[in-house]
């Protein structure tokens, strides 16, 4: 079913009390388009948002570039299929790579006009990407830079991890604890235990985000 039939119910989440209530009118002016909530950005709005189940979020880039809270991978396990848009100051390459590491699929400036916004809302929902042209040459000149090896290949041979542990670190990426991972997985909390421990002696780090960093910098995991 397209986005026009069943309508797109949008979470608009921004510092700017301003920018809230503009972007309320102009999208509730959409036949296709429905704000469910907006907010100012703290660490408990994750359930706010999740109530809500959107199916997308605009998120103002400012407190995304001030902290790192995992936020948008969180309300992506919450929500299954959300769409993450964020809509940025500037065309920054730093910021915006690393909103498409954590999951977003739209990048829109804030000088854009109120149609790029809702063509933008529409897109994500239609399961189509959304960025400023000098923005997806950053993204292409990155993923060129990158390892030509699968990320599995590289894990397997350069630290040994199995395929279990590929997912653990995938899993603990995303936010997971132990309980939740062998509830997942389903096997003992133990297992789980055990497998991080071995992790912990392959990579050589100090608890189980660390192992998911080691792999993150070294560009094995995203």
Same mark, same amino acid.
Not at 138 to 144: A, G, I, K, R, W
Not at 185 to 191: D, R, S, W
């Given at each position: 079913?397209? /986005?026009? !039939? %069943?309508?797109?119910? @949008?979470?608009?989440? !921004?510092?700017?009390?301003?920018?809230?209530?503009?972007?309320?009118?102009? +999208?509730? &002016?959409?036949?296709?388009?429905?704000?469910?909530? /907006?907010?100012?950005?703290?660490?408990?709005?994750?359930?706010? @948002? *999740?109530?809500?189940?959107?199916?997308? +979020?605009?998120?103002? %880039?400012?407190?995304?570039? +001030? !902290?790192?809270?995992?936020?948008? $991978?969180?309300?992506?396990?919450?929500?299954?299929?959300? &769409?993450?848009?964020?809509?940025?100051?500037? $065309? #920054?390459?730093?910021?915006?790579?690393?909103?498409?590491?954590?999951?977003?699929?739209?990048?829109?400036? &804030? #000088?854009?006009?109120? +149609?790029?916004?809702? !063509? *933008?809302?529409?897109?994500?929902?239609?399961?189509?990407?959304?960025? $400023?042209?000098?923005? %997806?040459?950053?993204?292409?000149?990155?993923?060129?830079?990158?390892?030509?090896?699968? $990320?599995?290949? =590289?894990?397997? =041979?350069?630290?040994?991890?199995?395929?279990?542990?590929?997912?653990?670190?995938?899993?603990?990426? =995303?936010?997971?604890?132990?309980?939740?991972?062998?509830?997942?997985?389903?096997?003992?909390? =133990?297992?789980? &235990?055990?497998?991080?421990?071995?992790?912990?002696?392959?990579?050589?780090? /100090? #608890?189980?985000? *660390?192992?998911?960093?080691? %792999?993150?910098?070294?560009?094995?995991?995203?």
């Amino acid at each position: 079913m397209s /986005s026009a !039939a %069943c309508g797109i119910d @949008v979470f608009l989440l !921004a510092e700017n009390r301003l920018l809230r209530e503009a972007l309320t009118r102009i +999208l509730n &002016k959409k036949i296709d388009i429905r704000v469910v909530g /907006s907010a100012p950005f703290f660490p408990e709005v994750v359930g706010q @948002v *999740a109530e809500a189940a959107p199916r997308v +979020l605009l998120f103002d %880039c400012m407190p995304f570039a +001030l !902290a790192d809270l995992g936020f948008i $991978p969180e309300l992506r396990r919450l929500i299954p299929g959300l &769409k993450v848009v964020l809509i940025g100051m500037e $065309p #920054d390459r730093s910021i915006f790579l690393r909103a498409v590491r954590e999951g977003i699929v739209g990048y829109v400036l &804030k #000088d854009a006009s109120a +149609l790029e916004v809702a !063509a *933008a809302v529409r897109a994500v929902a239609n399961n189509e990407a959304v960025c $400023p042209p000098s923005l %997806c040459l950053h993204l292409f000149d990155y993923v060129s830079q990158q390892p030509r090896e699968l $990320p599995s290949f =590289q894990l397997r =041979q350069q630290l040994g991890l199995t395929r279990r542990e590929q997912q653990l670190v995938k899993m603990i990426g =995303q936010g997971l604890t132990n309980k939740e991972i062998a509830s997942q997985l389903n096997v003992a909390e =133990q297992t789980v &235990k055990n497998h991080v421990h071995r992790m912990l002696r392959k990579v050589g780090a /100090s #608890d189980r985000l *660390a192992v998911v960093e080691v %792999c993150r910098t070294q560009g094995w995991v995203s």
